[in-house]
């Protein structure tokens, strides 16, 4: 007897040192990509393949991240040098960089209105034939990382701030041959996508309908027609980029009621180009308070995702200040927007994602698979 309950407590003793070391590495988590993996989150950064060659950028994002997603590389003005051909070198670098380090890739994007190459927008080609070349991208560079990117953003930005679908290519100029029939078009592509490869998350991805507002509302009620007709779709992604002058609180009461109800569509959300612009003085710095209220915006985003079983993925547009679209966007007038400095050095907004991540949340720890 006595020596099977010294047993028992011996075990007992064992089971709460490994609780308590496997709450030790989350509390000294020395990356955020060790936090996210115990928070059951993915942690991304888009990444652009020619940067990979430098040594701190490549370190950086392989201690840091778990997931990585192609800024530029896998848009069409890139894999589609010209109507007969497909160049996939740098999207296959990318992946390769990923591959070697453990990290899950998202596709970004398969079809987008803008920054399409101009022998396809100054080509004056036909619904038919814009159909066919858009079935066909979908169904080659989805084949081609079959097993590889693991979701893609199907559909970029297609609706304006009233919730409209936007004029476009692929829509109405000349469109595809759906004009005038709103989300027919989307869903169309969503079909395709889901032909190419049925193993891949599909993704519609907008940009400033992360709260409450028409955007947003068109897109749940797009994606709950969608569920309710069993079109191909898994998730949203909510781009956030946001100024560092935002009212916190408000954004994040806001981004929680809409991550609320788009779960609520059994999808999953992805935060997918977050970042936080500052203002910049003529030297190119920002004010240290505006850097402090980053940190807190950065916080209030990990949170709001956080607690929602919904939200599996957490990606920043880029990772360092030394890169990033904002600079050029804004014509030097805004930046900082990124967690690490242009030197490669954690900001406090670093540390407050960190912080978030390592928070102990034990309902998202049950269901840690993302
Ligand atoms: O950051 C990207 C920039 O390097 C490119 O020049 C531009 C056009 O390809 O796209 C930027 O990324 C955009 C993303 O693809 C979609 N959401 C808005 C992003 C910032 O403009």
Same mark, same amino acid.
């Given at each position: 007897?006595?020596?099977?309950?010294?047993?028992?407590?011996?075990?007992?003793?064992?089971?709460? /040192?490994?609780?308590?070391?496997?709450?030790?590495?989350?509390?000294?988590?020395?990356?955020?990509?060790?936090?996210?993996?115990?928070?059951?989150?993915?942690?991304?950064?888009?990444?652009?393949?020619?940067?990979?060659?430098?040594?701190?950028?490549?370190?950086?994002?392989?201690?840091?991240?778990?997931?990585?997603?192609?800024?530029?590389?896998?848009?069409?003005?890139?894999?589609?040098?010209?109507?007969?051909?497909?160049?996939?070198?740098?999207?296959?670098?990318?992946?390769?960089?990923?591959?070697?380090?453990?990290?899950?890739?998202?596709?970004?994007?398969?079809?987008?209105?803008?920054?399409?190459?101009?022998?396809?927008?100054?080509?004056?080609?036909?619904?038919?034939?814009?159909?066919?070349?858009?079935?066909?991208?979908?169904?080659?560079?989805?084949?081609?990382?079959?097993?590889?990117?693991?979701?893609?953003?199907?559909?970029?930005?297609?609706?304006?701030?009233?919730?409209?679908?936007?004029?476009?290519?692929?829509?109405?100029?000349?469109?595809?041959?759906?004009?005038?029939? @709103?989300?027919?078009?989307?869903?169309?592509?969503?079909?395709?996508?889901? @032909?190419?490869?049925?193993?891949?998350?599909?993704?519609?991805?907008?940009?400033?309908?992360?709260?409450?507002?028409?955007?947003?509302?068109?897109?749940? /009620?797009?994606?709950?027609?969608?569920?309710?007709?069993?079109?191909?779709?898994?998730?949203?992604?909510?781009?956030?980029?946001?100024?560092? @002058?935002?009212?916190? @609180?408000?954004?994040?009461?806001?981004?929680?009621?809409?991550?609320?109800?788009?779960?609520?569509?059994?999808?999953?959300?992805?935060?997918?180009?977050?970042?936080?612009?500052?203002?910049?003085?003529?030297?190119?710095?920002?004010?240290?308070?505006?850097?402090?209220?980053?940190?807190?915006?950065?916080?209030?985003?990990?949170? /709001?995702?956080?607690?929602?079983?919904?939200?599996?993925?957490?990606?920043?547009?880029?990772?360092?200040?030394?890169?990033?679209?904002?600079?050029?966007?804004?014509?030097?007038?805004?930046?900082?927007?990124?967690?690490?400095?242009?030197?490669?050095?954690?900001?406090?907004?670093?540390?407050?994602?960190?912080?978030?991540?390592? /928070?102990?949340?034990?309902?998202?720890?049950?269901?840690?698979?993302?």
């Amino acid at each position: 007897m006595a020596y099977e309950t010294g047993m028992r407590l011996s075990k007992c003793i064992k089971r709460r /040192a490994l609780v308590l070391l496997v709450s030790c590495s989350v509390c000294g988590a020395q990356s955020l990509r060790q936090a996210a993996d115990h928070a059951g989150v993915l942690i991304g950064t888009a990444v652009r393949p020619s940067q990979l060659s430098e040594a701190n950028y490549a370190s950086t994002v392989a201690r840091e991240y778990n997931m990585i997603e192609a800024e530029d590389v896998m848009k069409w003005w890139v894999l589609r040098p010209d109507e007969a051909s497909f160049d996939f070198r740098q999207g296959d670098e990318l992946v390769r960089f990923a591959q070697s380090h453990g990290m899950k890739v998202r596709g970004h994007c398969l079809v987008w209105g803008r920054y399409n190459p101009d022998w396809l927008t100054q080509g004056h080609f036909t619904t038919e034939q814009l159909s066919r070349l858009l079935h066909e991208h979908i169904t080659n560079v989805m084949k081609h990382y079959s097993g590889q990117v693991f979701a893609w953003d199907v559909v970029n930005e297609a609706l304006d701030e009233n919730g409209n679908v936007r004029d476009s290519i692929w829509y109405n100029q000349p469109g595809i041959g759906m004009s005038s029939k @709103e989300t027919a078009y989307i869903e169309q592509v969503f079909r395709w996508a889901h @032909e190419a490869d049925a193993h891949a998350l599909l993704f519609y991805n907008e940009a400033e309908g992360e709260g409450m507002n028409r955007k947003s509302d068109a897109v749940y /009620a797009m994606v709950k027609d969608f569920r309710q007709r069993h079109v191909p779709i898994d998730g949203v992604g909510l781009q956030m980029h946001v100024p560092v @002058e935002m009212d916190i @609180e408000r954004m994040a009461a806001q981004l929680q009621a809409n991550l609320t109800r788009l779960a609520s569509l059994g999808i999953q959300v992805h935060i997918t180009e977050l970042d936080v612009s500052a203002p910049l003085n003529a030297k190119g710095n920002s004010r240290s308070e505006d850097l402090m209220r980053q940190a807190e915006v950065y916080r209030s985003v990990v949170r /709001a995702c956080l607690d929602s079983l919904g939200c599996t993925a957490i990606q920043t547009w880029g990772f360092t200040d030394k890169y990033s679209w904002i600079g050029s966007h804004s014509h030097g007038a805004r930046g900082n927007a990124l967690p690490f400095d242009r030197a490669y050095m954690p900001k406090a907004s670093y540390r407050a994602i960190l912080q978030e991540l390592s /928070a102990d949340r034990p309902s998202r720890q049950l269901h840690a698979s993302p």
